[in-house]
T-cell receptor, first 112, second 115 residues
């Protein structure tokens, strides 16, 4: 089955800890994205990557970091510098040439 | 910069009735994509319908259709024969045909289906 997987589905973190959210796709898509969604809100772009070994900051990149060492993978690290990290995180990808964006099932991060 | 506006934070419709969700956008480009995404309680984002700006014909997908008014920069979603499973958050989105551009999302409309 082709698609986007995110793990874990639920993640709990203590204050002051870094945590990494996984996003993997087997759709052979070039571009990958990370969004944050707060309750009752829309999506805000954190980081995106058009090609391997390159990525750009989105609208709310502070306190987050990413890497794109492989086409299939785009992990997001939520660092201790992120002051309010409790949220729902969505990963997405688009094929070469752009167009429709496809989403993973999301990760719910809770800071204890 | 492009913007997407959904002016209806919440809407309700009786089961089996028809409802229209509004979306307007602002852009100086002539070619682009427009989308409606559905986010049910599971929070999975699901593509409902897609429209290419160069196509004059309105896109349809079963009970879902759009009214694309390019000059007015309007892109409304019509849901016919509403079903309980249609209850969700609906997001309108814009994307340039420039492959390096990101998608711009509206803030969403929460749709309630009344039995």
């Amino acid at each position: 089955d082709g698609g986007i997987t995110q793990s874990p589905k639920y993640l709990f973190r203590k204050e002051g800890q870094n945590v990494t959210l996984s996003c993997e796709q087997n759709l052979n898509h070039d571009a990958m994205y990370w969004y944050r969604q707060d309750p009752g809100q829309g999506l805000r772009l954190i980081y995106y990557s058009q090609i391997v070994n390159d990525f750009q900051k989105g609208d709310i990149a502070e306190g987050y970091s990413v890497s794109r060492e492989k086409k299939e993978s785009f992990p997001l690290t939520v660092t201790s510098a992120q002051k309010n990290p409790t949220a729902f995180y969505l990963c997405a990808s688009t094929p070469r040439g752009g167009g429709t964006q496809y989403f993973g099932p999301g990760t719910r991060l809770t800071v204890l | 910069a492009q913007t997407v506006t959904q002016s209806q934070p919440e809407m309700s419709v009786q089961e089996a009735e028809t409802v229209t969700l509004s979306c307007t956008y602002d852009t100086s480009e002539s070619d682009y994509y427009l989308f409606w995404y559905k986010q049910p309680p599971s929070r999975q984002m699901i593509l409902v319908i897609r429209q290419e700006a160069y196509k004059q014909q309105n896109a349809t997908e079963n009970r879902f259709s759009v009214n694309f008014q390019k000059a007015a920069k309007s892109f409304s979603l019509k849901i016919s024969d509403s079903q309980l499973g249609d209850a969700a958050m609906y997001f309108c989105a814009y994307r340039s045909t420039n492959r390096d551009d990101k998608i711009i999302f509206g803030k969403g409309t929460r749709l309630h289906i009344l039995p």
